[in-house]
Every structure is written in structure tokens, then in C-alpha cells.
């Protein structure tokens, strides 16, 4: 009689995990950044910086992976507007650092959450903490261990592009992997 209890606790809680680890948009809202990549690496329009560069997406490219077990290239993943689900245009990024993590058992990242300015400091504080944990969940599902990460938020504190145009709000919704 106990077992079944266990047992029913544990398939609820293994699906939990499965639909947090998988859920996305499915696409990009109007005015967000569309995945493009420069030539230098860097995100579409606006200066994200150093090693800061979108995904190109999950249609067979490997972005940011690396072949001889270094940090990924590509650091930083954005988010829509308001909303803390990882986009599946990141994805094949997030499963890059995963497979990093777990071949690297000693490794530590944190796992920076930010906002655009748009919002109450309290109300972006939360939401670059959701964003944070939303990426620590799916690396969580894909096998990497909870003492690997840390979550921060600094919501709207240390914006990545400064300006009030969409362009620059798209560039500060991120998360950012700290090694």
C-alpha cells in the first residue's frame, strides 16, 4: 500500500519535471530578437558583447558546442517580453551547456536573470529569478546536478544595451551563464 503511494508520487513528480524542462513559446513575439547572428558573432542589431550571442536555432545547428569538451561559445539566451519559457531557439544551447556540465562534474555556472527597465524593481527582480529558474530546470532534466548551479537575479540592475527602443528591451530580457 506504501509503495503505491510512492510510486504515484514519483510518476507525478517525473512529469512535472518533464513538462517544465520542455515548455517553450514556440516562437518569437513581434519586436523581439529573431536569432540572427553577425558576422563577429554578436546578436542581430545592438552590442551584447563578448561571448554574449543568440542560438541559430534547432534545425540541425549546433550552436555554441563544443566538439573538445570547453565552455560553450554561446553564453546568453533571450526571453519574450514578460515571459519566463525558454524559447526553442535556445534549446539546442541549453542542451550544449547540459552536456558541458555533466562531462565536467566539477564545474559551477550561475545562472544570471535579467530584465529590460520596463516594470517595478521588485516585479523585475522576480522575473530575472524566474527566468534563471526556468533554465536551471531544463538543465536539471537534462541530467545536470542541482549543485552545479546557482540561481541570481539582477533584474533590471545591469542592462547589457542601454535605450528605451525595442531592440535594446529584447538585449536586456536574458539569462546569462556565468562560469
Known sequence: MQFKSHARTLA????????????????????????????????????????QVSGTGVNGDRAGQQADGRIPEVRTIYFDYDRDSIRSEFESVLVAHARYLRSNGNARVVLQGHTDERGTREYNMALGERRANSVKRFLEVQGVSPSQLQVVSYGEERLAVRGNGEDAHAQNRRVVFAY
Not at 514556440?26 to 519586436?31: H, P
Open 12 to 51: 507525478i513528480a517525473l512529469s512535472l519535471a518533464l513538462i517544465a524542462g520542455c515548455s517553450s513559446t514556440g516562437g518569437s513575439r513581434d519586436g523581439s530578437m529573431d536569432g540572427t547572428t553577425r558576422a563577429d558573432g554578436g546578436v542581430g542589431t545592438g552590442t551584447a558583447g563578448s561571448g
